[in-house]
């Protein structure tokens, strides 16, 4: 449930914020790749994730509903259910995209295994980074 919209999102901004040459070099890359990563890791487990050029707007935000049960409710939680999709119309306002609690857990989760990877291909030397995101990120080979 990851969108590369978020990652995207926060290269500009990383780039916007540190136009660092060097950084942002291809004898760097791997690394500017990995502060990328680790930065949108940050970001989703805080959802401090917001749009370039309005910051106004959040891009992701835990709902305040969650799931729902199956079966009938009883008035009280209907009510009490009511209220939150109420406050969850308010944060749509400046809100983009909503998830649930159970999709922002696995989100980081995700993103925290990506990170530790990561890290443990850059000590192996470029040719296994390479085969991460093949194989890991960007998914081009499967088997």
């Known amino acids: ?3 590369s919209y978020y990652l995207k999102t926060l290269v500009v901004q990383m780039i916007i914020n540190h136009p660092d040459q060097f950084f942002w070099s291809n004898a760097n890359l791997f690394f500017a ?38 079966g009938f409710f009883t ?7 009511n209220k939150l999709e109420a406050k969850n119309a308010r944060l749509g306002e400046t809100c983009r995209k909503f998830v649930t609690a159970k999709d922002h ?3 980081k989760q995700m993103l925290n295994k990506l990170t530790n990877r990561l890290d443990k291909s ?3 030397g470029s040719g296994q980074v390479i085969e991460f995101l093949v194989t890991e990120v960007f998914r081009l080979k499967r088997f």
């Open 1 to 3: 449930p990851l969108w």
């Open 75 to 81: 008035a009280k939680q209907g009510k009490r259910r």
């Open 122 to 124: 850059m000590k192996a």
């Open 33 to 70: 790749f990995k502060a990328c990563l680790m930065r949108l890791s940050q970001a989703v487990s805080l959802t401090d994730l917001y749009d370039t050029f309005d910051n106004r707007l959040k891009l992701l935000q835990k709902s305040l509903v969650g799931e729902y049960p199956n």
């Open 105 to 107: 857990n696995v989100m």
